[in-house]
């Protein structure tokens, strides 16, 4: 059973940073589209940043300018780049691997809270 596996979330001050990585091992990474979702209390599951095979971004309107998302074929690896961090970032971050006939996988997230 693959499982993606998401790490580098935390409590962070607004205006801070942070680094999320999702780990794909046993999948054939580079021809996955990877996606980062977050989920706040509450609220339903959305799409933060999304980057194709083929290295192609996409932003939600609410973290453009400050989230960048990158992938790394070599380490099975996607990041997301999280600057200007707001409270309204605060969430539970998901990893994503879609690909159209291959089936698709989950992380189990990771939490980021941004409180003074």
């Known amino acids: 059973q693959v499982q993606l596996v998401e790490s580098g979330g935390g409590l962070v001050q607004p205006g801070g940073s942070l680094r999320l990585s999702c780990k794909a091992p046993?999948?054939?990474?580079?021809?996955?589209?990877m996606g980062w979702y977050r989920q706040a209390p509450g609220k339903q599951r959305e799409l933060v940043a999304q980057?194709?095979?083929?290295?192609?971004?996409d932003y939600a309107d609410s973290v453009k300018g400050r989230f960048t998302i990158s992938r790394d074929n070599a380490k099975s690896t996607v990041y997301l780049y999280l600057n200007s961090l707001k409270p309204e970032d605060t969430a539970v971050y998901y990893c994503?691997?879609?690909?159209?006939?291959?089936?698709?996988?989950w992380g189990q997230g990771t939490q980021v809270t941004v409180s003074s």
């Open positions: 994503n691997a879609v690909h159209p006939t291959y089936p698709n996988y």
């Open positions: 046993g999948i054939i990474f580079d021809i996955y589209d």
């Open positions: 980057i194709s095979s083929g290295g192609s971004t």
